[in-house]
């Protein structure tokens, strides 16, 4: 797109420690988190969702929107929004996380967005698995992966690209992975990828490609930026990189009491206290046990009812 490249190009940016810097509050201004308080809610409020943009939200007026499927198919073309919709529909309770969340805890810390722990939100998603849109068009037999391209465009350390991730051919024919035009019952909200896109179930949150405009059909591996230079595990700076897929156990804790405004410390009455959380993990798999351990001592929290192969399931205990 652009005739030359402004900026520079360099593998990482050098790490950061201490305050934080202009560039990082600018991006927690625009990514913002779930409030923890929130946490409460069985299906997060689209509003209170948790919002990770790379570059800008694409402006999409009215509904003439296309996706382009291309690559190894049968029929390449574009399909429309009213023959994607036209697909049999599912609704899954899905809760996203970013992967980098808990990155602004961290020191050193890597300069990006500075999640501390509100990464985190769980959606109730309507669309049609993307199977039967690849079933439409005939995957070749040589498909080995699907890659999945958003509408967003931009810079990352000095590669100008689309976002865009890949799934496995295996992985995108799963029933779970949807191309999804609501959430919580409304049409998906600007910020949330307005009016198509991908959930992956259980994966964290890169794996959900917004505002998706186009699907490549590939016989060899798709090699795109967010693909193959972010979104890797490395236990050393220089060390072998793994892709990040599917989301790690974690748990949050609705924080008990009343908050000091600034400062975010709270203060709890005396004597016994009512402790809620949400607890999830990657994959579909489910959790089963939560401990709490306060002062030292492990004690068994609660469970909730389950509410979704891929959705996080509360617990409580008392303190
Ligand atoms: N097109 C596009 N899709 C995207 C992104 C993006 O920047 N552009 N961000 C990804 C990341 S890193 C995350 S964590 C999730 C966040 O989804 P949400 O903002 O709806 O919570 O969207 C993913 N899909
Ligand atoms: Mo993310």
């Not at 810390?109 to 068009?137: C, D, F, I, K, Q």
Request: glycine residues 10%.
């Amino acid at each position: 797109m652009s005739q030359s490249n402004p900026f520079t190009a360099s593998e990482r940016r050098a790490n950061i420690e201490g305050p934080f810097q202009r560039e990082e509050v600018a991006l927690a201004n625009r990514n913002s988190g779930i409030l923890l308080e929130t946490l409460r809610h069985d299906v997060t409020p689209a509003g209170m969702h948790y919002l990770l943009n790379h570059f800008d939200v694409p402006y999409v007026a009215g509904d003439a929107w296309q996706v382009e499927v291309a690559g190894r198919v049968a029929k390449p073309g574009a399909i429309s929004l009213d023959e994607i919709r036209s697909f049999p529909a599912r609704t899954l309770p899905v809760t996203l996380e970013c992967a980098g969340n808990g990155r602004g805890a961290m020191s050193p810390r890597y300069p990006s967005m500075p999640w501390v722990s509100e990464a985190v939100g769980n959606a109730a998603w309507t669309g049609t698995p993307l199977r039967h849109v690849l079933e439409r068009v005939g995957l070749r037999d040589d498909t080995i992966e699907i890659a999945f391209i958003g509408a967003d465009r931009g810079f990352d350390r000095g590669h100008e690209h689309a976002f865009g991730r890949s799934l496995k051919r295996e992985a995108a024919l799963s029933d779970d992975v949807l191309l999804v035009w609501a959430m919580n019952g409304q049409p998906l909200l600007p910020q949330h990828g307005f009016p198509l896109r991908l959930i992956v179930p259980g994966w964290y949150g890169m794996a959900s490609v917004k505002w998706l405009n186009r699907i490549e059909a590939l016989a060899k591996p798709y090699d795109g930026f967010q693909q193959v230079v972010a979104y890797q595990y490395r236990a050393q700076p220089d060390g072998p990189r793994t892709p990040i897929t599917h989301m790690r156990v974690k748990s949050l804790l609705v924080p008990p009491g009343i908050p000091d405004w600034y400062t975010r410390k709270r203060l709890v009455d005396a004597g016994r206290v009512e402790l809620t959380g949400r607890a999830w993990s990657g994959g579909g798999v489910p959790i089963v046990r939560v401990d709490i351990e306060i002062d030292g001592r492990w004690m068994p929290a609660e469970l909730d009812p389950v509410l979704g192969k891929f959705a996080w399931r509360g617990w409580r205990c008392t303190w």
